[in-house]
Each structure stands twice: as C-alpha cells, then as structure tokens.
C-alpha cells in the first residue's frame, strides 16, 4: 500500500514479488526512515496454516512507526491483508516440520527530500521466504559474547523500535563475535556497560537459584514477542517471571556459586536457544555443563508444540488461516 500525507494508505494490493522503484534521494535511503517487524507461518500436520500472534507484530510495527514518525498503519486491515497474501502464497507454506514462512513487513519512506525532516510519502510492503529449521539437529546451545566496546541502542534512542539503524550499529560487534566462534552478541546498556539488555536477534532470559529473571523493558531493547509469551507462559504455569534490571556482576556471581542454572535467548527465528557460554572480557562462563536446560526445552517444545497445533493453545495465540 500507498501512503500520501491528507489521503492516507491506499492502492492495497498483492503483485509478483520483483524490484521497487524508487527515487535515488528518497530518504529511507538517508536517514533511515524505515521499520520492519518478523513473523512465521506454520504448516500443521493437518495441512492449516497458523500464524503466531500477528497482532502483537502489527502492535508492534505501530510503536517502532510512531517512534520514526512515520504514520501508523490499521493493524486489522494489514492483518487482513496479510490473510489474503498468504491464501495466493499457500504453496510456500513448507510441509515439513521445523520448516516455515517468514513474513517480513515493512514501511519505509519513499519521498525524495535532502533535508532531514520527517516523509511525506511512504511504501507499506510484505515478502516472504521459506526458512529451514533453526536447528538441522536438534535444539542445542550456542556460545555468545558479551559486548564491551560497542553499544547497540542507549535509553532514548530507538532501541525499543524495529528499524534498520539499530541493525546497523549492531553490525561491527556481531562481525568480530562471529570471527571468534560466537553465534550472537549480549549488549550490555550504553552507560555504564553494566546492565544486560539483550542478544543480537533475542531477548535474554536467567534462571538463578530457582528464580528466572529477564531484563525489564527499558525504551532500549526490542520488546519481543517470544519474550512476551514467555512470560505468560510461565505465569499460566505459577511460576512468574521477574522483570528487573541484572548486572553482569550480579551474573558472573551468580556463576561462580553455581547458581546459574540456565540461560536461554527468545525470538521468533530460533524460539528459544539455550546459551551453553558466555565470554565476559575473556572470562568464560559455562551454563548447565554447557547442555540443554530443563526450563529451555521444556519451553522450547511446549511454544512449537502450540504454533504447529500439537497442543492445546491455553493462551489463544494462534490464527489459524480458514481454508478457501
Ligand atoms: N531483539 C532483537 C534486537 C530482535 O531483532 C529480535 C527479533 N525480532 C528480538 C529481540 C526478539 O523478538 P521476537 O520475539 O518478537 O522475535
């Protein structure tokens, strides 16, 4: 869809995936003037399609939108809209377990304009690609670095939305995390280097001594919707999930009386993805003998177990495509 400023969207439409044209000075291109959310459809074993909480992702795409200024979109229209593409895309639903479609939608600002100033025009679009599992064998943990130098997002930033610069400034860390065996960096906040924010492409979560704790959300990190459910799940189970500030001393003591039971990262791609090392400055922490904890996996099976229509959705959090 279309957005001009006094008419608003308009020319919904689905067309043939293929190269946009857009003006050279168009200030997505500048000033980062871009926002996006990530989602997956699900083939269940009877053949349905089911969604994961789209209206969180579209929730979602109207905070990080009014955080850009850029206007907000009618989140059950681009639901809808979302429905329709998916019955013309039917096809690209993958079969086979594990597998899914990943639906990316984005704005981004279309008007061509050199001076730093808030668009006038913007594009509104969905692609899709099928992705294989995140994990070919099995779930299993995956050794992050804890970031020192560089910072992804400060209080007052643009942390807490979806778009492209937070991305970018991410990109120098996750190179060197990768050239040394890392999967993912932690980033730690952008005062003090002190307090855990998150993971690359996940929220974090600990279990101390019984207790499991996430960091709370701060205008910095990416509220997500894996986190999210997380926390509902385990307070649909008794057992609730303290939101609060944590500090890599409070961690690293924590390691060293052995009462860091598990580490677990949340976001759509792996789900949850147990964290078997954490390097702080060269000091390496090993987490549960460096294997699967029980909270992860029990986690893990029970959110796959309700995006395929294995079990029960006790939180109603699916929507399930009606067959045309
Ligand atoms: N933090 C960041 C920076 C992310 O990119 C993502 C992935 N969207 C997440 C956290 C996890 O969010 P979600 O559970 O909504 O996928």
New binding site residues.
């Given amino acids: 869809a279309d957005y001009v400023k006094g008419t608003g969207w308009q020319n919904h439409r689905i067309v043939p995936y293929a190269p946009i044209s857009l003006d050279p000075a168009a200030i997505v291109f500048h000033y980062g003037q871009t926002v996006f959310e990530?989602l997956k459809a699900y083939r269940a074993k009877d053949d349905s399609i089911r969604l994961f909480r789209p209206e969180e992702?579209f929730k979602?795409l109207n905070r990080s939108l009014d955080r850009l200024c850029m206007p907000q979109v009618d989140e059950e229209k681009a639901i809808e809209g979302l429905l329709e593409l998916l019955k013309v895309e039917e096809e690209w639903v993958p079969k086979l377990e594990g597998n899914s479609l990943y639906i990316r939608p984005f704005v981004i600002a279309t008007e061509a304009f050199l001076g730093v100033a808030p668009a006038t025009t913007y594009q509104f679009y969905i692609i899709l690609s099928p992705v294989g599992s995140y994990y070919e064998e099995g779930i299993h943990p995956v050794k992050i670095l804890v970031e020192n130098e560089f910072v992804?997002a400060v209080k007052g930033g643009t942390g807490g939305a979806?778009t492209a610069g937070?991305?970018a400034s991410a990109l120098k860390a996750q190179e060197t995390a990768t050239a040394q065996g890392y999967s993912q960096v932690m980033w730690l906040d952008g005062v003090e280097r002190k307090y855990v924010e998150?993971?690359?492409?996940?929220?974090i979560f600990f279990k101390i001594d019984g207790e499991v704790i996430t960091p709370a959300v701060n205008g910095s990190?990416?509220e997500?919707?894996?986190?999210k459910s997380i926390i509902e799940l385990l307070a649909h189970w008794g057992t609730p999930v303290t939101e609060r500030k944590i500090s890599m001393e409070e961690l690293a003591a924590a390691h060293a009386s052995g009462k860091l039971e598990e580490v677990f990262g949340?976001?759509?791609?792996a789900v949850i993805s147990p964290v078997g090392e954490l390097n702080w400055n060269g000091k390496i922490m090993t987490v549960n003998e460096g294997k699967t904890g029980a909270l992860s996996k029990k986690l893990y099976d029970t959110l796959t177990k309700i995006q395929l229509g294995d079990e029960e959705d006790a939180l109603q959090w699916v929507t399930e495509l009606t067959p045309s």
């Avoid at 998150?198 to 929220?203: A, D, I, R, T």
């Avoid at 997500?224 to 986190?227: F, S």
């Fill in positions: 990530g992702n979602r992804r979806k937070n991305y998150e993971v690359g492409s996940m929220n990190i990416l997500g919707i894996t986190r949340t976001g759509t791609a």
